[in-house]
């Protein structure tokens, strides 16, 4: 064959391929009809002219060594709340849910909560003692905690005042401001029990005081049981160096338990016979009930969930049809088995598909797919763990423990999503 026939030949292939292709995107906008775009009879200059994208070259790789996310991607940031913020240096700000998917956390999207401000440390002058009841007081160097036996595990991280300013009634109107204050992280460290055996713990050893290294020094005493069980010593978490607003070069994981308990900047571990407690056990971190007592030792994070998108800040854009409904739901028991979605603010629910790995005391990302047909929803979701712990409405949380708290609740949450798809924070009574 001639190369004259043989462009011919392939001329009319592409003819044929390209013929193809546009009955197959015909017949895939027919299936989606409820999709704006892939239906319309209309060309679309994005896919038939040549775009500056397409004719210009980019940048190289020298452009970015470290890397960073598209510019169109620059509203996907943690945000505060002015009127929560008395200083910046003793705050907290929160993880853009509503943007995100699967369930990692990227690192600089993991919310902060500081008490002093964050420390910046050297890790070679960075040192972790033990001390207390030990047969032998120990000091290591980071180079010293690298010898030992690593592990990685995926553990959500939630603060106890996560979704705190919802007790009395709804707030703070996006998922970012109600249930930002948590992150799922693949954290690589030292199991805990090892430095502990290191160096011996004494009979009268039941409690631990990790201390952190920055000025609020930050402490809070830990049962010996906990400690040895499943608590790592991390200084990576997904696969790269801690970020100094999470505690860099180490920090305590306590896979379950609130946030408060993770110390940072970890510095020290005293082994004592009882509890402290500290200032942040005490005044702070204590569940005040309806008859002014407090709850003692509240510390694992009971069984929760949210939808995250739609909701406020992620309101429904395309119109009416085939819509997704998507979430993260929780446990620091263990994993979630379930979760409910209802459309009818719990009138009627249907059982959400999970997806993405599930490991114990981690997030699992759930899905719904459904046709909306531009009524009114109020939606809500439901987790059941595998103890099957039941996550309570507000109200019944309420009834429990009064409205004087501002920690550990994991009541359901619901949005309003208008005619319109925007989206607003409501409660169904």
């Known amino acids: ?82 009127w929560l913020t008395a200083d910046a240096k003793s705050s907290v700000n929160f993880t853009p849910l509503h943007a995100l998917d699967g369930i990692i956390t990227p690192n600089g999207l993991c919310f902060e909560r500081h008490h002093g401000g964050v420390a910046q440390i050297a890790p070679d002058e960075h040192r972790l003692m033990i001390n207390g009841l030990v047969d032998t007081p120990l000091v290591f160097t980071m180079e010293d905690i690298a010898r030992f036996p690593r592990e990685n595990h995926m553990y959500f991280l939630e603060c106890a005042a996560n979704s705190g300013m919802e007790w009395r009634g709804a707030q703070l109107n996006g998922c970012q401001f109600t249930h930002g204050m948590v992150h799922n992280v693949l954290y690589t460290g030292v199991p805990l029990k090892y430095l502990l055996q290191e160096a011996g713990i004494k009979t009268r050893g039941k409690w631990l005081l990790p201390e952190g290294a920055d000025p609020a020094h930050m402490t809070r005493s830990i049962p010996m049981e906990k400690a040895l069980d499943d608590c790592l010593v991390a200084f990576k978490m997904n696969g790269e160096a801690l970020r100094p607003e999470q505690g860099y070069p180490l920090r305590l994981v306590v896979p379950g338990w609130e946030g408060n308990m993770w110390v940072k900047w970890l510095r020290r571990l005293e082994v004592g016979d009882e509890p402290w407690h500290h200032r942040e056990e005490t005044s702070k971190y204590t569940d005040l009930l309806a008859d002014g007592r407090a709850r003692r030792f509240s510390w694992e994070m009971d069984v929760k969930s949210v939808i995250t998108n739609p909701s406020p800040q992620a309101p429904i854009l395309h119109g009416q ?99 319109d798809g925007s989206a607003e924070n409501v409660e169904i009574s």
């Open 1 to 82: 064959m001639t190369d004259k026939n043989a462009m011919a030949v392939n001329a009319t292939t592409r003819r044929k391929m390209l013929t193809s292709g546009l009955k197959l995107s015909a017949l895939v906008g027919a299936a989606y009809s409820g999709m704006s775009r892939a239906n319309s009879q209309a060309p679309d200059p994005l896919i038939t002219e040549i775009q500056d994208w397409n004719r210009y070259m980019g940048d190289g790789v020298d452009a970015n060594p470290y890397g960073s996310p598209s510019q169109f991607e620059a509203e996907v940031v943690r945000r505060d709340v002015p």
């Open 321 to 419: 049809g085939r819509t997704v409904i998507t979430g993260l739901a929780w446990s620091g028991h263990g994993t979630v088995r379930r979760v409910d979605v209802s459309v009818d603010g719990g009138r009627n629910w249907t059982t959400a598909r999970l997806d993405a790995p599930s490991f114990s005391k981690s997030v699992h990302r759930f899905y719904h797919e459904f046709d909306w047909d531009g009524r009114e929803l109020f939606l809500q979701s439901r987790a059941i763990d595998d103890r099957g712990n039941v996550q309570p409405t507000k109200n019944a949380l309420r009834h429990a423990r009064g409205e004087n708290s501002i920690y550990h609740n994991n009541g359901i949450q619901t949005w309003q999503v208008r005619p």
